[in-house]
């Protein structure tokens, strides 16, 4: 792997050989707003670190802290967060408590909610009508057609311009003078849009149509909150007619819709860390940091302050507190390529302080993704009670509507601490686990006795075949979207056989199929057992998407050889639903799982297929 400027033209690999640690730059969060930003600076002040700004000036205490923080605030945004989920009332006039009523009071809040994802609750009131209780996610959900003109617009450096409007509250006033009260209403856009769906679909006049919204919520908090309070009373049924009763209900639910909210919350200031091993000495790296913000940053107001509580835990880190806006006018917004960057060159600055640093990639060396401060905030919060906060942090443990996060948290502390192998998904993800492999199989060729090289290479090895092998069967699906992970004259990745199905027939599909199936088997036997699961769960997905290619193509040519009564029996096993439930409390092991359900489907499609030759010869006799 080149060093990217490190360290001359020595691999990435070798300087880790030789004892380099890793650069960790992170951003952790961003806050909108004095208070919030106020709240993260002061929490970098805990146990009396004292802090320095971009102009050098020290911040012994909180109190200085809100005072920086609030000179910065004349830039801040003052635009509020995107309204991204709503309860909703809707009535319809005169619908009583029955089985007509409740079904059309049903349909009509379909068509009003067409195109947004939503969960409905019907109940009656006390007068004997009834009214729909409805969660609905404020931005409608992208077209397929939408997707594609905004992918081109990106392809042509253009901005995409075709998303679809969003529901909106406002505050309306009851009345005509100054002190009448304020109610929360749909802007007229988004009224008439829904009563007009309605009155089209169901023919009841709007005039007899309302629809009442409460405060509309921000992210996915908002809609697990807004989920748990509709289903309080009675289980929901969301726009798929599919029932949420529970809490697992809505934490699927949340993390499916958490994806289409497209939402927004205006950025003041950025929350990074940037660690070392314990043992670093803390002055040169405080030196380093310093330099590293001073000209990574140069152009904005920062502050940070260097932590050494964690080396116990191996390492010591600073947090700063980066204003968004820069002094021209210009805001961050850093992706992957700008924290790939960011690292480098924090790891030259480290260097030029004495500190052996090089910048690498967690794809480089298979390593699943880390865990941020926020996430042991939160559960160092929930299972261990600060002595000043007890009552508090009880209380937030104990609350339901913290339990996802809680518990999300958990899982992402858990997973990061076994660090399981990541599987290369991507093209770049491959080619950089496949030029480190060579970098690190030279570094153990030359010295067999180096355990770090030796389990470098291992485990780059099977993270390389598992890559390929998902590789292979993606493209089997679409080969002009896939690109070899490491182009070479003898690359196999895209094996001609496995490229062009569309000329080939149902059997030499099911050979292929049989080959790739066998594949799979032997490349999950070689993967650990934190990264089996996930593999074996991409793995399937694919050879489903692969059988049911299958599948069509026996119907085709079974429609042009044998009587329409036959081709039911060509019916695909994967898309069968009626599975046979294992025995209740028994684990199922993802390997033995994997290799009953292909081994199912392979015998019942050569069945099949052997069913329709037999047809076939029976056909030509009877001429």
Known sequence: MASRGDAGNVSTAALLARGYQPAVVKVVSYAHGATRATASAQYIERDEVELETHAGNLLADKAAVAEEIKAWSTSFEKRQPSQDVVTVRLQLSGLRDTAEDRERLSFAAGAAFEGHRHALRIEARASGEIEAR?????????????KALNRAARTNGEKSSTLPPRLRVVDQRMGTTEDAPMRKAFDARSEAAMKARIETATGYPQHGISIEPATPGHGRDALGQRLSTLISKAPALDHLQRPIRTAEDIRDVTRDWGRHLRSQSPRDTMHMVVSAKAGTDEKVFTNAVRSFLHQQFADH??????HTDKAEAGHIHAH???????????????????????????????????????ATRAAEQASSRSYGPKDKSIVDVATNPRPKRKEQDRAYASDPRNANLIRNAQERMAIARANPIRIPMTGRERAGVSENLEHWQGLAKADPAHEVARAMVDRLSVAKEAGDAINALRAVLSPEQVAPSHPSPNNSVRAPEMTENAEKSADAMLRDLRLMNQRIAEVTNLLPEGSRQRFTQQATGYLEKIAERIDQQQAQEAKANVPAGVQAAARSPVSDQAQPAPEHGVPIDPLAELRRQQTEMLERLAQARGQSRDHERGHEAGD
């Open 134 to 146: 409805a969660v609905v996610v404020m931005a409608r959900t992208i077209s397929p057609e939408e």
């Open 301 to 306: 107001k920062f502050m940070f302050g260097v």
């Open 320 to 358: 700063a507190i980066v204003a968004v806006r820069s002094e021209s006018g210009t805001k961050l917004h850093p992706g992957p390529t700008d924290l790939a960057q960011w690292r480098v060159n924090y790891a030259s600055h480290a260097r030029e302080h004495g500190l052996k640093v090089v």
